[in-house]
Nanobody, 127 residues
């Protein structure tokens, strides 16, 4: 069982930056792939970014490419999402997710592929 705890959300102006953090209560020797998803009111949960267990490969939604960066600190079992040049359309609850890295170098980008989820953190961007 893996517990995930997000932090770093808040209310900002368009163009500002935020960094989300997600700490996993998991054994560091177990390879977990991790990802960030978001859900805006009355919308489906959507993929934002994901990273392999070793941090070697990443993937991003087209809407955030060039603005968001996912990274991880294996020693701290923590994954980060650096969000720059935020837009009002980025407003959503952001969720951290984790799953076992079954196949090396595969980046998982679908919510259905993840087994563990955090409670979410609200990000609000005003124009």
């Amino acid at each position: 069982q893996v517990q995930l705890e997000e932090s770093g959300g808040g209310s900002v102006q368009a163009g500002d930056s935020l960094r989300l953090s997600c700490r996993a209560s998991a054994r560091s020797e177990v390879p977990y792939a991790m990802g960030w998803f978001r859900q805006a009111p009355e919308k489906e949960r959507e993929f934002v970014a994901a990273v392999t267990d070793d941090g070697a490969k990443t993937d991003y939604a087209d809407s955030v490419k060039g603005r968001f960066t996912i990274s991880r600190d294996g020693l701290k079992n923590t994954v980060y999402l650096q969000m720059n040049r935020l837009k009002p359309e980025d407003t959503a609850v952001f969720y951290c997710a984790a799953r076992l890295q079954v196949w090396k170098n595969i980046v998982y980008s679908s919510p259905s592929e993840y087994d563990y989820w955090g409670q979410g953190t609200q990000v609000t961007v005003s124009s």
